[in-house]
């Protein structure tokens, strides 16, 4: 799998949009882009994932670039529950492993 | 649904010592993972397996052993343990090598 470029940190002020950039400037054809979160002390989490288009779900949105070697998650208001790690991650669905970067890490100030 | 179960959620090991992480999922999960998490870093891969019977290295195997005799359960032995080998170890599972990742809840493991 190929591999992703994320900040350290990052930070937002509670209820304001985050926008969580990853670099993957490698990325196959047929790698979809996944993104987990893992609050304190726990397992990481499902985000979204998408493939070319954009996507929205319950939790986030995912703007993927045209060329595909880069994306955003964006999170449209920003809660002290998401103070977490966010992954972003390459899944090729014919391969059988996939490896997490250090990804970011969100501080919501409130 | 349990979902992704890991067993125990703590332990002390004393260095030489070995132990089995125990791993469960109840969802019909072909694929299954062992992550180890250090202090501050990210999830590095050890094991993984995409079926009963196969099982495969990761990033990190050294110092573990697999084994996948039943699609629910994946468990990881710790042969000699040693303090490198102290981390949060994190158990996953999913459907198939693009679906969604469940990930257990993790075993915090100390070797002194």
């Known amino acids: 799998d190929a591999k992703t470029t994320q900040p350290n940190s990052m930070e937002s002020n509670e209820e304001e949009p985050v926008h969580l950039p990853c670099n993957h400037s490698?990325?196959?054809?047929?790698?979809?882009i996944h993104w987990y979160r893992q609050l304190p002390s726990q397992g990481p989490e499902y985000v979204i994932h998408g493939l070319t288009s954009n996507v929205n779900n319950r939790m986030a949105s995912l703007a993927i670039a045209e060329d595909r070697k880069s994306s955003t998650l964006i999170l449209h208001r920003a809660t002290l529950r998401d103070a977490a790690v966010y992954y972003c991650i390459l899944r090729d669905p014919t391969g059988n492993q996939f490896y997490f970067g250090t990804g970011t890490s969100l501080t919501v100030i409130p | 649904n349990a979902g992704v179960t890991q067993t125990p959620k703590f332990r002390i090991l004393k260095i030489g010592q070995s132990m089995t992480l125990q791993c469960t999922q109840d969802?019909?999960?072909?694929?299954m993972y062992w992550y180890r998490q250090d202090p501050g870093m990210g999830l590095k891969l050890i094991y993984y397996?995409?079926?009963?019977?196969?099982?495969d290295k990761g990033e990190v195997p050294n110092g573990y052993n697999v084994s996948r005799s039943t699609t629910e359960d994946f468990p990881l032995r710790l042969e000699l343990a040693a303090p490198s080998q102290t981390s949060v170890y994190f158990c996953?599972?999913?459907?198939?090598?693009?679906?969604?990742?469940?990930f257990g809840e993790g075993s915090w493991l100390t070797v002194v």
């Open positions: 969802m019909n999960h072909n694929y």
């Open positions: 996953a599972s999913s459907y198939s090598a693009g679906n969604t990742i469940y």
């Open positions: 397996s995409v079926g009963a019977g196969i099982t």
């Open positions: 490698t990325i196959s054809g047929t790698d979809y």
